[in-house]
């Protein structure tokens, strides 16, 4: 039995050191680019506006390559709004932790 289990238990363990596939420089460089972003009032708002005069615009008239170039426009402006929202983000199992550590002590 204690054969057979540790190198199940090694197999196991060793799963998660499994290294995920890696992402272009690119993406990377957008996503330091994005989270580096702090918005103040003013520009959250010319980005907001932007993202209405977009969203009013008549797109079936426009070409192919215009369609895209703003398809573009408003992920990114949406990507900049979102990543400028600075707030805290916790997981279920932090809230669970904090409460089980509230009723200990």
Do not use: H, W
Request: aromatic share 6%.
């Amino acid at each position: 039995m204690k054969k057979r289990f540790i190198p199940i238990v090694i197999a196991l363990f060793s799963i998660g050191f499994i290294s995920s596939p890696a992402y272009s420089k690119e993406k990377n460089k957008e996503a330091i680019e994005a989270k580096d972003v702090d918005l103040t009032e003013e520009e959250a708002a010319v980005l907001i506006d932007r993202l209405e005069e977009i969203k009013s615009m008549d797109v079936k008239e426009l070409p192919r390559t215009e369609k895209v170039a703003l398809r573009k426009e408003v992920k990114a402006i949406e990507k900049t709004l979102r990543n400028g929202n600075q707030g805290i983000y916790l997981s279920t199992t932090a809230i669970v932790i904090i409460i089980l550590v509230l009723f200990i002590f």
